[in-house]
């Protein structure tokens, strides 16, 4: 009996459905944030689990926005509750590098084309549809910056690089 009260161990793929899966159900951003937002990129997020299973040194990529990380840190903190998944990171003892991707268009101001648009509205329409959606890519930071994390820049790491997730 002593045996089946361990956590059973996890391979990398369960592992990397259960930081995901955890992470998007606790993942809630600021919905007035979210509102005024159009923007399309992603963040790193690094983090360790000690050998007491406490998540830490987490740190997320430079530049990303703090509406997102301060909900993500609640969410890695949910990570926590997930007594077979702390168990497995704490037992690698390696550090965790978890992609996330987002994409909010609740904040964008896309051009408008209706049956009463005027020639002018017509022939502008194309150029502002790409001002506006040129605007909201910020995939190409979020790569370069995949080892550029705010607590000070890597230029290489030993690690567990998981699935991106996406919301």
């Given at each position: 009996t002593a045996l089946l009260a361990q956590p059973r161990e996890l391979n990398y793929t369960e592992v990397c459905e259960h930081v995901g899966n955890c992470l998007i159900k606790n993942?809630?951003?600021?919905?007035?944030?979210?509102?005024n937002c159009c923007v399309e990129g992603g963040v790193f997020i690094k983090f360790k689990v000690n050998p007491n299973g406490e998540i830490t040194e987490l740190s997320y990529s430079k530049?990303?926005?703090?509406?997102?990380?301060?909900?993500?840190?609640?969410?890695?903190?949910?990570?926590?509750?997930d007594?077979?998944?702390?168990?497995?990171?704490?037992?690698?003892?390696?550090?965790?590098?978890?992609?996330?991707?987002?994409?909010?268009?609740?904040?964008?101001?896309?051009?408008?084309?209706?049956?009463?648009?005027?020639?002018?509205?017509?022939?502008?329409?194309?150029?502002?549809?790409?001002?506006?959606?040129?605007?909201?890519d910020h995939i190409l930071p979020f790569i370069i910056n995949m080892l550029n994390f705010k607590d000070g820049k890597l230029l290489a790491l030993d690690g567990i690089l998981l699935s991106p997730i996406q919301v």
């Open positions: 993942y809630h951003p600021d919905s007035i944030a979210l509102a530049g990303s926005p703090t509406f997102i990380t301060d909900a993500l840190t609640k969410a890695v903190a949910s990570l926590q509750h007594i077979s998944l702390i168990y497995t990171l704490k037992k690698s003892g390696r550090t965790i590098i978890q992609p996330f991707i987002y994409i909010n268009i609740a904040g964008c101001k896309f051009p408008k084309i209706t049956a009463s648009s005027t020639a002018d509205d017509r022939a502008n329409f194309y150029p502002k549809y790409m001002q506006v959606t040129g605007g909201m």
